[in-house]
């Protein structure tokens, strides 16, 4: 126990009342650092952990396809789109989360579905590689996700040096060469509208959606 002669108890009491303040200041000064500072540590992670390759909505013609070479070209990708797909972020052996707003369709429920092949700036072997969408049949969103090294011809890509453009191309329900454009009943496809998008995500993270605009 602390004994303090009377004359000076007031001012003993009044020091400890400023110190407590001073004390209490310094918490509540930490306090707001941790609650201003941690979310934008989470926002850095958020964003070093995905990006969007490309978000586009559009109108497809029958006329579009037939003079398209060699199909809906899309070069002006996301602006955070990196040259090195290896590093410092591994987004080659991340996935692909494919989202198709399909606004307006031609009435039948024709198999329809849009392949989505990355071109780099360097490849090898096939010199390109695409994944697709799921196969729709009207109207509405649909969503997916695909591991990057499992696409078709996801090799011939040399991802350390990057993807210059993505083509896009509506196909039916028969497989690869299913190209919708060349078929004789081509009015069950065209025209249509949709709203494409691909945000690629990191090894080992997952899909955040609010990364999207509505």
């Known amino acids: 126990m602390v004994n303090i002669p009377g004359k000076h108890l007031g001012k003993w009491y009044m020091d400890l009342g400023i110190k407590r303040i001073e004390e209490y200041t310094i918490v509540k000064k930490a306090f707001l650092f941790l609650i201003l ?22 109108t497809y013609t029958k006329q579009d396809a037939d003079t398209s ?13 990196p040259k090195d797909w290896t590093s410092p972020v591994d987004f080659r052996n991340g996935t692909v989360h494919i989202r198709i707003d399909v606004l307006d369709k031609p009435p039948g429920n024709e198999p329809t579905k849009w392949t989505l092949c990355y071109i780099p700036n360097q490849g090898q072997g096939n010199g390109y590689g695409c994944t697709s969408s799921d196969l729709f049949l009207e ?5 997916k996700e695909v591991l990057m090294t499992e696409f078709w011809e996801n090799e011939s890509i040399i991802w350390k040096e990057g993807i210059k453009q993505m083509d896009l191309v509506i196909k039916d329900d028969s497989g690869g060469q299913g190209h919708a454009h060349k078929r004789k009943d081509h009015e069950k496809f065209f025209p249509t509208k949709v709203r494409i998008t691909m945000v690629q995500v990191a090894k080992g993270a997952e899909y955040d959606p609010p990364i999207l605009k509505p």
């Open 37 to 58: 500072v941690l979310p934008l540590c989470g926002f850095s992670q958020h964003k070093s952990s995905q990006f969007v390759l490309f978000d586009v909505e559009f």
């Open 69 to 81: 070479t060699p199909s809906k070209s899309h070069d002006q990708l996301g602006p955070n789109v």
């Open 139 to 143: 109207e509405g969103v649909y969503e």
